[in-house]
């Protein structure tokens, strides 16, 4: 059991692909529209059950429970060995030096 006041993410459907625009490419019309949101559980609930959720900007959203305190799993990619020349370079540059 989750307890109400919990921070959580919820996932809902937007559109189904047979709702999609026609003007949206193929491979996306193809799935749905789907919506992630992370806010404070209002009742006592379980994974999986359909919740209404309060947003830190205060709005209201109701979706499937997914997860109980969501972290950030993004990152900035690998590294890229020729970002670190391209910097000395730049530098160098800005500095007067000849590269």
Do not use: W
């Amino acid at each position: 059991m989750i307890n109400a006041g919990s921070y959580v993410q919820i996932h809902k459907i937007i559109l189904h692909p047979l709702e999609r625009s026609a003007q949206v490419p193929m491979d996306t019309k193809a799935v749905p529209l789907e919506m992630f949101v992370k806010g404070f559980l209002l009742n006592d609930a379980d994974l999986n059950d359909f919740v209404q959720i309060k947003t830190v900007t205060n709005r209201m959203e109701q979706g499937t429970l997914i997860n109980i305190t969501p972290n950030h799993k993004h990152n900035f990619g690998d590294f890229v060995p020729e970002v670190v020349q391209l910097s000395k370079m730049i530098k160098a540059f800005m500095d007067g030096d000849d590269c």
